[in-house]
């Protein structure tokens, strides 16, 4: 597609429930990339992708949280048991190299309640 | 390990005043440097970009320049606007191939009228 699509882009959930998140890259961008911005806060490094194997997981706050990314292509982030704690703006971004920049999508708001 | 230290914010102008937000990095080998742009309600953007030292990316009015000996990339312009206010994040990426962003905290901008 023309751009890093993410969906939803607002999510609600309730303390204790999985949830997932999903990322569609740029056509043809092998690397893809998870971020978390909580609220005035920068960018937290989650994990990164390159075609579908994650060269680097050090990201990860903790083993509730795990992804995956299919065909080179989508990528799915999931939070089990959601905690008040995860409520944040989960940015996905895609690239073909370093040099290229990176490509980030809307992000997905999401709010634990 | 890796890491960028920018000016902390948030930075007050008025218009037409000339704009400097300091960022200055630590790695080993040779980064790539960015600048993106978040503006308001919006999601990142890349604003500039510098691959290697002396370069000088530019867009928008804006200028940096990837400075090795001061292990600086500091974000000029020379006559700000209202519309540039945002929040703006240095980043640095390194491996010879697509690899993390390392961010920012980011600096927030207002631009008075």
């Known amino acids: 597609g023309a751009g890093v699509s993410q969906s939803p882009s607002n999510k609600v959930t309730e303390k204790g429930k999985d949830v997932e998140l999903r990322c569609d890259p740029i056509?043809?961008?092998?690397?893809l990339y998870w971020y978390r911005q909580s609220l005035g806060q920068g960018l937290e490094f989650l994990i990164y992708?390159?075609?579908?194997?994650?060269?680097?997981k050090s990201g990860l706050p903790s083993d509730r949280f795990s992804a995956e990314r299919t065909g080179g292509s989508v990528s799915t982030l999931t939070i089990q048991r959601t905690q008040q704690e995860d409520s944040a703006v989960y940015l996905c971004?895609?690239?073909?190299?370093?040099?290229?920049?990176?490509?980030f999508g809307s992000g997905t708001r999401l709010t634990v309640v | 390990g890796n890491s960028v230290t920018q000016m902390e914010g948030p930075v007050t102008l008025s218009e037409e005043a000339f704009l400097t937000i300091n960022c200055t990095y630590t790695a080993t080998g040779y980064p790539s440097l960015f600048w993106y742009v978040q503006y308001p309600g919006e999601g990142l953007q890349l604003l500039l970009k510098?691959?290697?030292?002396?370069d000088k990316g530019s867009n928008k009015g804006f200028e940096a320049t990837y400075r090795k000996e001061t292990t600086s990339f500091h974000l000029e312009k020379g006559s700000v606007q209202v519309s540039d206010s945002a929040v703006y994040f240095c980043a640095l990426s390194e491996g010879s191939s697509a690899s993390k962003i390392i961010f920012g905290s980011g600096t927030r901008l207002s631009i008075r009228p």
């Open positions: 510098a691959t290697k030292a002396d």
């Open positions: 971004a895609s690239s073909l190299s370093r040099d290229h920049g990176y490509t």
């Open positions: 056509s043809g961008h092998t690397a």
């Open positions: 992708f390159q075609g579908n194997s994650a060269p680097d």
